[in-house]
């Protein structure tokens, strides 16, 4: 009995996140995840304790998945890139004849773009959490790094790094031009109307979503 990548917690189906198209939404490992954004919506829902479906119990989701309509399996997580059995379910994903989604927070672009040479997805979601910049005004830098840590406490060198890694990211998924690749922001209190209007301005190649903001009830 082998387990596959993805946590054995309900699979929501929506029309919703890849606008028109039938997704059902798989999650690799919710607590796994590099940054602490905040409000991050999936780590505080999940109360599970990490277990995985297995390949039977995958393939037979699958089956009942397809029956209903859905053509696309959109991975969400946690960080989906640092699980490490992903390119695994990936591929078993395709076997069965869908087309696959990752949403990624983009600080991976190694395994991205593993991931599009070994043709194991359709498309990525990628967060944008806020301009990219080389450089950032001091209240920026805090209120950007409490997007991203849920906290002003951490060295300016580590944002800085993250914004290196989500524009390598970015050009990686830009040049793949795959059917399924989005851009997103979540419209978080912290940002202003026109950093919001500059991220969507500067994405112009794929389309980009602004999603609302919803505070995670305390
Ligand atoms: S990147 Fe996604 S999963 Fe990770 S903390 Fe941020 S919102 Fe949560």
Redesign the pocket.
Same mark, same amino acid.
């Given at each position: 009995m082998k387990f596959s990548p993805f946590l054995k917690v309900e699979v929501p189906i929506t029309f919703k996140d890849q606008p028109g198209v039938q997704s059902a939404l798989f999650y690799t490992d919710?607590r796994v995840?590099?940054? @602490?954004?905040y409000h991050?919506?999936?780590?505080s829902s999940y109360r599970g304790n990490g277990e995985k479906y297995t390949y039977e119990e995958l393939s037979e989701k699958l089956e009942m998945l397809k029956l209903l309509g859905v053509e696309l399996i959109i991975i969400s997580?946690?960080?989906p890139t640092l699980e490490k059995d992903l390119k695994e379910g990936l591929r078993f994903l395709k076997e069965k004849g869908f087309k696959v989604r990752i949403d990624t @927070?983009g600080t991976n672009p190694e395994v991205v773009k593993e991931i599009i040479e070994e043709k194991l997805t359709d498309g990525f979601a990628v967060?944008i959490k806020f301009p990219l910049l080389e450089e950032y005004a001091p209240t920026q830098l805090k209120r950007f790094k409490t997007i991203l840590y849920s906290t002003e406490d951490v060295p300016d060198e580590k944002l800085y790094e993250y914004v290196q890694r989500v524009k390598k990211t970015k050009q990686i998924v830009e040049e793949s031009k795959l059917p399924y690749n989005v851009f997103r922001t979540v419209r978080y209190p912290l940002l202003t109307e026109s950093e919001l209007r500059f991220i969507s301005e500067n994405v112009k190649s794929i389309p980009h979503q602004i999603n609302p903001f919803y505070p995670v009830e305390e």
């Open positions: 919710i995840c590099n940054l @602490n954004c991050c919506h999936n780590r997580g946690g960080e @927070n967060d």
